[in-house]
């Protein structure tokens, strides 16, 4: 059942959610970039959940899914907003964070500021810092046109069409960088990657276990895995990798 936080009259005035009480601590599913709560791997934790009677919550990102803003004009400044707001407006207790590519960093970096709120986090192909990848990856023409227009579409092998990148989603990604600074954890981190993964390179996950200080870290890489890390088997790794943690 789809239920909404109301705040404002604003462009971005409601998140959808979806929430299954029982017992603690709650996992917290954060989707990848233009996906939303009714993919694969979050319709799978929420049976998951039900069976085992465990707390969970999925909901959509600002300007994703059923929640209001158009995705066009909304940043990870926004996404990571929405999260903060489930936390509030739903008095959450601590959570395992699951996050899936852009839910990855969102997740990482949301546990590095709030560790009184995550209790343990399970990254899947976490695309850290994306953003810089990618504005480092543009050509002349594609500069030029994120310099005249505000924004540049590139291509995407998935069905939702091109990806609409804008000037302000690189600007904004600045501010959540994780590899220009110590980031210490007191969770335990789980880290997953599909070895056939060719939008978020494997490395990116080697970078974040050699890179963050943690007691309790670990990284699985997958052969024959893609980025969607979604079929059958990819599942029964999340799950152990949750179950890893509470």
Not at 82 to 101: H, R, W
Not at 134 to 150: M, P
Request: glycine fraction near 8%; aromatic fraction near 10%; charged fraction near 25%.
């Amino acid at each position: 059942m789809t239920n909404y936080i109301t705040l404002s009259e604003t462009s971005k005035s409601y998140l959808a959610y979806d929430k299954l009480e029982g017992r603690g601590p709650g996992i917290l599913f954060l989707p990848g970039l233009k996906s939303d709560m009714e993919g694969t791997k979050a319709m799978a934790l929420k049976a998951y959940c039900q069976e085992k009677g465990r707390s969970y919550l999925r909901f959509d990102y600002f300007g994703h899914g059923k929640s209001s803003g158009k995705y066009e004009e909304t940043t990870i400044k926004d996404w990571y907003s929405s999260v903060d707001i489930m936390f509030k407006e739903l008095d959450l207790g601590p959570q395992i964070l699951v996050g899936s590519s852009l839910g990855g960093w969102i997740g990482l970096h949301y546990a590095y500021e709030n560790p009184d709120k995550v209790e343990g986090f399970v990254g899947i192909a976490s695309a850290v810092q994306f953003t810089d990848e990618i504005y480092e990856g543009l050509n002349d023409s594609e500069r030029v046109d994120l310099s005249r227009k505000g924004y540049v579409e590139l291509p995407s092998d998935y069905e939702d069409g091109d990806y609409y990148i804008s000037a302000q989603l690189l600007e904004d990604g600045k501010q959540f960088r994780l590899f220009d600074k110590e980031v210490n954890y007191q969770c335990p981190i789980r880290l997953l990657h599909g070895l056939d993964d060719v939008d978020v390179s494997p490395s990116v996950s080697r970078k974040i276990l050699n890179h963050v200080n943690s007691n309790d870290i670990a990284l699985k890489l997958v052969e024959g895995a893609d980025h969607r890390f979604s079929d059958a088997d990819c599942q029964k790794l999340i799950i152990e990798a949750i179950e890893s943690i509470s």
